[in-house]
Structures are given as structure tokens and as C-alpha cells.
């Protein structure tokens, strides 16, 4: 399983202090992708649950479900695996006609 998180931090953070970690924060958003072993060795299939907050308001969002099949795991990495789940599950919301202001 991989868990990518989003987190908000203050400012002048130093997160490569241990005793950092402590410090207030908040979690804004998550990605779960569990491997099915539905796959092989070199291409995976992966279940993924996206923690998706509205803008501004972290603590009233939904959970999307989306799915990354054949995935080359050998050849890409982690970033890759992630950019194709959200590609996936909240890519259409991002095309350029998602960003044109009605006026």
C-alpha cells in the first residue's frame, strides 16, 4: 500500500528537524493505492481512494474511487503511479474548458 498525504504546515517549518514533527499541522488530503496482486511483476493494477477536499475546507470533502491497471512498476516510479490515479479519478475536472470564467 502507498499513502501519499497532504499536509499544511507553518511557514518557517523545518521539516528536516525531528523535533519538527511535533509541531502543529493539518492533514488536508490523502491518496491510498493498494497493489490487487491482480497483476503481474512487471505491470500492476492498483485500487485507489482519493481523500478530496473542497477548496478552503478540508473536513467537509468526499472520497473518490478510481483504479490504475498495467501499470509498468519496474520502468516508472511512485510520482508516476500517483499522477495517473489522479489523471484518473479528478483528471476531467482539470481540462482547460474546466477553467474558462463564466462572465
Known sequence: MIIVKI?????DADLDDPREQSRPHTNIARAVMRNDHLGTAELGNYDVELYDPPPYNPWSGETLHGRVESFPRRQLGAWDLLYRALDRIVGARNSSDSDRVEG
Open 7 to 11: 499536509e499544511r504546515w507553518p511557514d
